[in-house]
């Protein structure tokens, strides 16, 4: 797969400078009291109160891909529960690829190659090696706890000032997915031994486990971190919500980092958001020019 075709899959799949929030979203040396994994969770459900139909932003995006680094600008556009419509432009301000996501559809215009592809999700899978996810994307636009479900059991710990909510699986589960992801922050965790970490993944493959994690800032009980192991596929998704906007962004994210990671490679994208708007309708435009050939 060619270099703009990468980038635009990434930018799809990740899920994302205006006003950006003054305060830190934790105080890592903050003592914070204990809460149950309930009340956490009837927080988190009565702080998302944000019920967006559209949204459309200017991004700013730098993408770290195994093939390198790569920084472009783009335009972002959404229906809830319906599209998402991506616009990827380079510096020189000509349209470069064109995306729209659906609930079960990628359609993708590589416009240096004169390719396309179109296709619905599973065959996006295939071909690319991952499997882009439009809730997951619009959740992320959000700031949402993504996957949440309020009548679903979890776990409840604190970390580095702010709350930890976890999905009730089976401790070894939760060790392994921790071992697994990018960033290993479980202060007094020691690793599995290679061994029963590959038993450990085997069984969960068995159970098709996932495990959710989420951390919340303990003031405005908003999420500031989303880790999403699906240890049946060894791969992980991490998505961090690391500024914040004021009024005229709406309260949402300013800034999102995401990670995807499995074990022989990992891709982050980072989404600088501005001009945020939540007003509708909007054109979600998108037709393969007749001279177009399928992506190789």
Request: charged letters at 30%; hydrophobic letters at 40%.
């Amino acid at each position: 797969m060619n270099t703009g075709s990468a980038a635009v899959l990434v930018l799809t799949l990740l899920a994302v400078a205006g006003c950006k929030s003054q305060r830190p979203l934790a105080d890592l040396n903050r003592d914070i009291p204990v809460r149950s994994p309930e009340k956490l969770v009837e927080r988190l459900v009565a702080s998302d109160t944000l019920a967006g139909h559209f949204y459309s932003a200017k991004a700013n995006v730098q993408l770290a891909l195994p093939a390198g680094n790569k920084s472009f600008k783009a335009q972002v556009r959404s229906v809830r529960d319906s599209a998402a419509w991506i616009s990827v432009i380079p510096a020189l301000g000509i349209e470069m690829a064109r995306v729209l996501l659906t609930t079960d559809s990628l359609k993708m215009l590589d416009k240096l190659h004169d390719t396309y592809f179109v296709g619905d999700t599973l065959e996006a899978e295939r071909k690319f090696g991952l499997q882009p996810d439009l809730s997951l994307l619009q959740d992320a636009l959000f700031g949402r706890a993504i996957g949440l479900q309020p009548n679903e059991k979890y776990r409840s710990d604190r970390e580095n000032g702010q709350y930890v909510l976890t999905s009730k699986e089976k401790r070894k589960f939760v060790r392994a997915a921790e071992d697994i992801s990018p960033g290993d922050t479980l202060a007094s965790d020691r690793d599995m031994k290679e061994r029963r970490l590959e038993r450990t993944l085997r069984k969960a493959e068995e159970r098709q486990s996932i495990v959710l994690r989420y951390w919340i800032e303990p003031d405005a009980f908003r999420v500031t971190r989303v880790q999403i192991a699906d240890l049946m596929n060894d791969r992980t998704a991490d998505v961090r919500y690391e500024e914040w906007g004021g009024a005229e962004e709406h309260f949402l994210p300013t800034r999102i980092s995401i990670t995807l990671s499995e074990p022989t490679r990992q891709a982050t994208g980072t989404m600088e958001l501005s001009r945020i708007n939540l007003e509708g309708p909007m054109s979600l435009n998108f037709s393969v020019p007749e001279k177009y050939t399928p992506m190789p």
